[in-house]
């Protein structure tokens, strides 16, 4: 048995227009994916081919590749086409490696946790990122 009202057939045609697009997806965790949707249910579930997480942090942003992706509809906040003749940032974005993105997300994350110890944070955050593979971490943010 079906909770599928007859509402619900609005919203699969709707997407219906967007079939064999690029779009952009924002999630309810706030994660911002791109992608080419291919299919789609009436729970406005999707299958987006080429996708890619987009993180951006300030003025830096990476794409980090997912392939083909399936989305559960009620996870979707946002369904929107891209413009594919305009740029999809602004010039004053730059693009980085995935490594450089999570490790300026790590950065900004302790800056939040901690605003009052940038010398602290910019001396040992290298020493951070070194060791926490190897749970050494907990050590670092206790001396902080």
């Not at 004053?92 to 939040?112: F, G, N, Q, Y």
């Amino acid at each position: 048995m079906s909770w599928a009202g007859p509402e619900d057939i609005y919203l699969s045609t709707s997407l219906a227009s967007y079939l064999d697009r690029k779009l952009l997806v924002l999630l309810r965790d706030g994660r911002k994916l791109l992608g080419t949707l291919r299919s789609f249910d009436q729970f406005a579930n999707a299958v987006l081919e080429g996708a890619c997480e987009r993180v951006i942090v300030g003025d830096l942003y990476c794409d980090i590749p997912l392939g083909l992706y399936i989305i559960r509809g009620e996870n979707v906040v946002l369904i929107g086409e891209l413009d594919l003749e305009k740029e999809e940032l602004p010039p004053h974005m730059t693009r980085v490696s995935v490594d450089e993105i999570k490790r300026v997300r790590v950065h900004d994350a302790l800056m939040v946790i901690y605003p009052n110890t940038s010398s602290i944070l910019s001396t040992s955050f290298s020493i951070f990122i070194r060791h926490r593979k190897q749970k050494r971490w907990l050590l670092i943010l206790r001396v902080l």
